[in-house]
């Protein structure tokens, strides 16, 4: 039996808030793809410390992880790149002239400052565990060890002048019009995956993924066999081999039933 490997986004793919986690059928459709000897990673924007312990139980092979910056298997730190020291410390530096909220992510923890009210309280929506947050750090330090960045900007004109600064790297606008991930212009999902394949060697004619998103194009570009949720943009499904049901309706569960014959 070839080997197959399943990338699978979590917003809007296998969790939305009014779920409350990732329901059961498809944790069970997961575990039992596993058990035929395919692979099942998360391939996500989030950096490992946005991933909730709900999120962790279900047992992945493995994740891409920070928009592809950090690639995690077996528990273990498989590649990492990190974010240029120097330009995100000029990046903290403008945002903080302005008194605009940014979180430094790491491959474990997540920096930020305790005053940043507005992220804290979107967290606090977002299925995170925020025992992964520090709040008392040298910020210096973090600089060097940055995967990935998100800011927080409270009206047009803190808007316009973030996206002024962000030359040096690539940036995602969330549809609030407030929440923002910087990352470095070399990584994405898609390189993440490209890392993902190379180190366990395994053809890129045996992948998938499922994704509902914009940061999911690069991803859907990639894989072989890449499947929309009923619930995607019309780039992804415009993308795609399949569009399954939605995340409110089991879609990852019916399509990996109908795949692997679970």
């Known amino acids: 039996m070839d080997k197959k490997i399943i990338f699978f986004d979590i917003d ?7 779920l409350g986690g990732i329901t059961k059928r ?8 596993q058990q035929l000897g395919h692979l099942c990673f998360i391939a996500s ?22 928009n592809g910056a950090n690639i995690k298997y077996n528990n273990q730190d498989l590649k990492t790149r990190f974010m240029d ?29 305790s005053s940043n009210k507005c992220l804290l309280e979107f967290y606090s929506h977002c299925n995170i565990d925020f025992k992964n947050f520090c709040f ?10 940055t995967v990935k960045m998100e800011v927080w900007v409270k009206d047009e004109k803190e808007l316009e002048y973030a996206i002024s600064c962000y030359k040096n790297f690539n940036y995602e606008l969330h549809p609030d019009n407030h929440s923002m991930e910087i990352y470095a212009k070399d990584v994405s999902k898609a390189t993440g995956i490209q890392d993902v394949l190379k180190e366990l060697n395994i053809p890129i004619e ?3 993924c499922f994704g509902d998103g914009p940061n999911d194009v690069e991803m859907f570009e990639t894989v072989a066999h ?20 939605s995340v409110h309706e089991d879609g990852v569960y019916y399509q990996l039933k109908d795949l692997f014959d679970i």
């Open 26 to 33: 498809v944790r069970e459709a997961i575990k039992k793809t």
């Open 85 to 113: 020291k120097l330009n995100v410390k000029e990046l903290c530096y403008l945002l903080k002239e302005k008194q605009i909220e940014y979180v430094l992510q790491t491959s474990t923890y997540c920096y930020m400052s």
């Open 136 to 145: 008392d750090y040298d910020e210096e330090e973090i600089y060097q060890k």
């Open 12 to 18: 809007g793919t296998l969790y939305a808030p009014e």
């Open 45 to 66: 924007g989030r950096p490992y410390g946005y991933i909730a312990d709900n999120v962790k139980e279900v047992g992945f092979d493995g994740y891409v992880l920070a």
């Open 226 to 245: 890449p499947i929309a949720m009923g619930n995607a943009l019309d780039i992804i499904k415009e993308r795609s081999e399949i569009v399954c049901l």
């Open 206 to 208: 045996n992948s998938y």
